[in-house]
């Protein structure tokens, strides 16, 4: 008998054990493929697309610019807005001094907020929430989204590279303006200028401070060409000179460095179709669904093929529209979907990809939306909603019918205010 009881007792404790190793399985499976799930955000003060967002610190968020009336597409927002993360609620700072689009935002080594586009640069400082404005301007250029780029050297030295000029003597009435520019934010002035080539570059900055500057368009004997190559730029020298190239060239794709010296590039687009117009060669585009993983040391490259994932989502022409590098390894893909869930996680060393809990509807309508990782997963914020697929600077009234009809009713109600939360814990 008491031999029995022992055994039941022994039977028991081994029930226990693989009843909780299994528990633990099953655990690490539903984690592994489930990422994350949404939270419903608070409602800016103001509605916003092409705006753009950053993290001031741990506990705040700075949101300036962009548009909230799609019939003005052209003009920027003086308003600004900071997202208190530990009180989930968006509070009024003060206005900017110039409206601001297309912009870019950096932190300084002070920690204060530096603020750039055409209009001008300011400084936003953290101690007092105000804007100050340099007096240092750019040079001339075409408001076109993506199609120059800004970057942060050290020493808060201040880049723009690329954009197009108004100009006669061209069949479009736009030319390449093939320049970079330096600004020193210290001092308030301009340091250098250079010649470089092309527009819609990507940028990356490496660990040293210097950049990888990545693909764009250039424009060669009235044909466009999209380009493979990546261009090292020195910052100490200011000096620019080849690094190495794309597996595929590739306009305004999403760029990262990891902390294991591998360059990430996600996205883009590349040559579709060319097609003539007034004496001039053109390229349609469309996206791209190879990743490519550079190794910065070897520059050899792997690719990750998401094509069937994006043809299963129903992705516009594989459009990607942003992505948030969540960790080293992980990065979240905002698409351009007609399905429910539009966004993805994308592991590329596991190669792993995921889809996230699915979304609201409303969610699933955002374009250019500002999104940024904090603490507790990604927050999105804004953005404007598609009624049909629109092309990447084609949103004018004049091609959305439905927009047209509300000019005399809700000029914003097609620019969103709300705010959604992806619980990456």
Not at 56 to 76: A, S, Y
Request: with cysteine; hydrophobic share 35%.
């Amino acid at each position: 008998m008491e031999k029995d009881k022992r055994k039941l007792k022994i039977a028991g404790i081994a029930g226990i054990i693989i009843a909780i190793i299994l528990l633990v399985f099953i655990g690490t499976q539903v984690n592994k493929y489930r990422f994350g799930y949404f939270v419903k955000g608070p409602i800016m003060h103001s509605s916003r697309a092409y705006h753009q967002s950053i993290l001031v610190n741990n506990k705040n968020v700075l949101i300036t610019g962009g548009i909230n009336n799609p019939q003005n597409e052209n003009i920027g927002l003086q308003s600004a807005e900071m997202y208190a993360v530990d009180k989930n609620e968006f509070n009024i700072t003060s206005n900017t001094n110039l409206p601001h689009l297309y912009h870019k935002m950096f932190k300084l080594a002070d920690k204060n907020i530096l603020i750039a586009d055409l209009n001008g640069i300011e400084v936003f400082n953290i101690n007092t929430n105000t804007f100050k404005l340099l007096q240092t301007k750019f040079e001339e250029r075409y408001p076109e989204f993506n199609n120059y780029k800004f970057a942060l050297l050290p020493n808060d030295k201040l880049l723009i590279l690329g954009g197009r000029y108004e100009c006669k003597n061209y069949s479009t009435g736009l030319c390449d303006k093939n320049l970079g520019e330096i600004i020193d934010i210290k001092n308030d002035k301009k340091i250098k200028t250079f010649y470089i080539p092309g527009n819609g570059f990507s940028i990356a900055n490496l660990a040293n401070g210097d950049l990888l500057i990545i693909g764009g368009r250039i424009n060669y004997k009235d044909k466009d060409v999209l380009s493979d190559k990546i261009y090292l730029f020195d910052s100490k020298t200011n000096q620019i000179q080849d690094w190495g190239n794309l597996a595929t060239p590739r306009l305004n794709p999403f760029v990262f460095t990891t902390s294991y010296n591998k360059l990430v590039v996600i996205g883009g687009e590349v040559e579709k179709e060319k097609f003539s117009w007034q004496r001039h060669e053109y390229i349609k585009t469309e996206g791209f669904p190879i990743i490519e993983v550079i190794d910065l040391k070897t520059k050899q490259t792997e690719t990750i093929d998401i094509t069937n994932f994006l043809a299963s989502k129903k992705v516009y022409e594989n459009k990607i529209l942003d992505v948030v590098q969540y960790k080293d390894n992980l990065y979240w893909l905002q698409l351009q979907s007609s399905k429910n869930n539009n966004s993805l996680l994308i592991d590329i060393n596991t190669k792993n990809v995921e889809d996230i809990i699915p979304a609201p509807f409303i969610f699933t309508t955002r374009y250019r939306s500002s999104n940024i990782k904090i603490s507790n997963g990604i927050l999105i914020i804004g953005g404007k909603l598609m009624y049909q697929e629109p092309t990447e600077l084609d949103i004018s009234s004049d091609s959305h019918p439905e927009v047209k009809e509300q000019n005399n009713a809700e000029s914003n109600r097609f620019v969103e205010d709300s705010s959604i939360i992806i619980n990456l814990e």
